[in-house]
């Protein structure tokens, strides 16, 4: 009885390209994240319940897959769900084994998690998370090293991007100048909306949120200053004269751009800027455990939303426990990055195919020959496959072709008795008859 | 409230010295795959129970982890349950894709798996597994590189180790011969466990299931063939001439060791052998899908058991309403591998630290300075760090040690001065006033 297979909705299956293009963007970030000595770490798709349970909102908690208990314990409530995020799981991992961390503590993840929305275009019950945390330090340092990494990793993959920053202690300071301090979630989670819902429907969603018209009125010209980054700097200076946190993270902020313009100034190796640094006041990424710098990175090129995005954190573990440690760390979204790469086709076209050469044999003979040349090629570092049975010429030609193999070596007996093969350049149609020798050198350049 | 972080039984935290070692494994693992053509693939964590379901027997089943329903669904039956294996989601995959896939289908696929077993040592509920597969030829040539892909990966990996091979038709043939065709699965379920339990209990096994105190008789010279693979694949012939099902097994095993030897006598870069490849008719495997030649391969030089092992297949997808299909493939056990490596200390020492270079700075001065010194070696490809504070120099020269970083650069005002750094190897002690160029010559070799 045949059974129709499926996946379950929401999650996808990735064959041979999608994988090589995921790896592309996965292996380019690890290379730069290694650069600055950032450390993988995994930790299991499994958390306890109580891991998870109150640390993403009441939303949040129905969004978690809960797994069934196995054995007796069957019937009684789940006690295990599967990873909703990495953050969480990070914040657990530090406590849990902070007497074996070195910091500060530099690590990054890159794996999956699980959550049981609405599955829509662009939006899965599992997708990849690709997260970057220096954590045990406040040092500014951290900061510049995440905007390093970003400009980096963009560069390498040819993106070009503008890294939005902002502070939530600028928005706490703006929170109390317009006289409504207690108000500084409502309203980060507000202005959060901007880019999606525009200035009008943020107005009413402050005032629903129970900001006072005076207090939306004397918001208005802090979303709109003009200017450079660091006029906008100097015209905060004034308005937020009043706040300690709000001047704190003027500081703050003046120091990063400071930071970042010195190294990017710098004779030793400058390299041509592919991406824009720029305050954007409007930026206030909803999550509450922020409260110091945060980041959101939008493509210039594509209408995709953000693709990178993090931030500051003073007190990520204290829900395990562990006051006190400050922290900054940013989250590339593979996905998307996904999406912006197809559509500015800037995926390397090797990536189509790794086999570099499949060579085709007409018969028994000449196809032990030809698993003799593959292992020569083989222990050159060249990628070789041998169709594995003296099939018709044309079925064989047809793998290579679907395959997008840009090379074949055609066996015959004529070839095996010269000590050659009949080298087929898939792009060209172009055949020459070649000695391994020349083969090898043909094929590694 | 402090919760005290734990994650649930069975599973496990991976730090980066640990990931190191696993990625240093799975990297060569991949690089080997990639040099025969075999292409990546990735499912998802989660089937359908019904593609799960009655493909690991009433065992199985019981330990297949059950996801509770989201939302209003909640309280019905689970729906879905965490993978168990990679071959079923690789059955179900072939099977939905099959009109995108390109035959032969060389894939290779490396993901955790999970299962409801008791936790013991060195079994978790959280594993990965690693398989490689070509589909869609009944070619030897599969068997072929299958092998010569575990010379290869146990080659690099410095394991010295001996590819068991047996074949399930010789097996079948064997059930033939003494008598008792029907029983040619409780044969092979009994004497896969010669190695674990002794022949005695083996053979009261056999008589449990059935098989007369003849054909238990009769099979034991079987199990005893003495002599090299090729000696005893001769007597093989005289004792299954009767069997025509044994006489092709036989066939097969002849033309896989031909085949292997031709291509490791070639005067084309022999290299020299790390491994034998041996007829080991004791070799059964419990899995009832095998139907042709099966593998195991086991490390000379540590106690572990199988650390890799598969067959031939020829209806993996029938379960899923394509039949006919044959396929060879293997596994690599990833956490056994580890611990052969651990066990004969054969990690490269060079995974204990990916940063080369920790730059530490007296002063808020000398950090800008490191900053930029730091930039300049990573656009060489070096993985430097500045320690982000100007600590004490014992704290930062601590860091070094505990992460075990070869080179740390120390910056001071005089170093500063001089456009130099005080260049410290942590391994000799040794200390050098050098210049920016020097040290990217000293760093890089």
Known sequence: MAQKPSIPKGTRDFGQLEMARRNYIFDTIRSVFALYGFQQIETPAMENLSTLMGKYG??????????QNSGEKAALAPEKGLRYDLTVPFARYVVQHREEITFPFKRFQIQPVWRADRPQKGRYREFYQCDVDVIGSDSLIGELELIQIVEEVYRRLGIRVCLHINNRKILAGIAEVIGAPDKIVDITVAIDKLDKIGIDAVNAELRERGLSDEAVSALQPLLNLSGSSAEKLTALRTILAGSETGLRGIEEMEEIFELVNSQRSTSINSQPSTFNLELDLCLARGLNYYTGAIFEVKALDAQIGSITGGGRYDNLTGIFGLPNVSGVGISFGADRIYDVLTELNL?????????????????PDELRYALTWAKSLRANGVAAEVYPEPAKMKKQMGYADARQIPFVAIVGGDEMAQQKVMLKNMATGEQQLVSLDQLNEKIRK
Chains 1, 2 share one sequence.
Do not use: W, Y
């Open 347 to 363: 995926f390397p076209t090797s990536l189509q195919s790794a086999t570099q050469i499949l060579f085709a044999a007409f018969g």
């Open 58 to 67: 009441e939303e949040g908690d129905k969004l978690l897959f809960r797994i």
